[in-house]
Nanobody
Framework: QVHLVESGGGLVQLGGSLRLSCTAS????????MNWYRQAPGKERELVAV?????????NYADSVRGRFTISRDNAKNTAYLQMNNLNFEDTAIYYC?????????WGQGTQVTVSS
């Protein structure tokens, strides 16, 4: 069974940085892409960043975070990361990692990121 656990969220000042982690288990991590989503209060969940399976590890980002966020993966640790720099108020949200394994989408429980002044 696919299991995803996020960590690293918290309270950060405007312009600060955080690194989120997503530790995976229950499947062959290196063979599947990983996504980071976020959901702000009163808004729909949105895709933030994607990293492909380890063969190419290509990445893609939402326009709102491109140039500030970096997604990466460490296959030896079964962990994906989201480095978030120059955070602004609009980045306040619950952040989720997610993957699709054999047609089934799995989600982590989420980690809260709050940007304060």
């Amino acid at each position: 069974q696919v299991h995803l656990v996020e960590s690293g969220g918290g309270l950060v000042q405007l312009g600060g940085s955080l690194r989120l982690s997503c530790t995976a288990s229950g499947y062959t991590f290196s063979q599947y892409a990983m996504n980071w989503y976020r959901q702000a209060p009163g808004k729909e969940r949105e895709l933030v960043a994607v990293i492909s399976y380890s063969g190419s590890s290509s990445t893609n980002y939402a326009d709102s975070v491109r140039g500030r966020f970096t997604i990466s993966r460490d296959n030896a640790k079964n962990t994906a990361y989201l480095q978030m720099n120059n955070l602004n108020f609009e980045d306040t949200a619950i952040y989720y990692c997610s993957t699709v394994v054999e047609g089934h989408r799995a989600w982590g429980q989420g980690t809260q990121v709050t940007v304060s002044s």
